[in-house]
């Protein structure tokens, strides 16, 4: 896998048969069940604002009850390690989560 631009994400490589990455803005919604790929994002399609909006309210409820974020790792060279470690697995599986760094 390899860091994109200006970001600290990790992308794999493209993968035959699966689409582009897509850039979320503000939000992406997949039916990974019929796109497993992640490649074409609902968001913009009105017959799913009712969904987003129920997902939207679960998450603010979530997030008012929920701990505050942390930051796991305390210095940059932890950090770039554990990126490289998830590109890694980027790299070897296409994909990120759910993933065991071991």
């Known amino acids: 896998g390899v860091i994109e631009s200006g970001t600290d994400h990790c992308t794999g490589p493209n993968t035959p048969g699966m689409g582009p990455v897509i850039k979320c803005d503000p939000y992406c919604l997949f039916d990974v069940v019929n796109d497993p790929s992640e490649s074409k994002d609902l968001s913009k399609d009105s017959k799913y604002q009712d969904i987003i909006s ?24 932890d950090f770039k390690a554990a990126q490289k470690k998830i590109c890694g697995i980027i790299e070897k599986t296409g994909f990120i989560e ?5």
């Open 98 to 102: 759910p993933a065991d760094s071991e």
């Open 54 to 77: 129920e997902l939207q309210k679960k998450l603010k409820t979530a997030s008012e009850d929920a701990m505050p974020f942390s930051i796991i790792y305390s210095n940059s060279s």
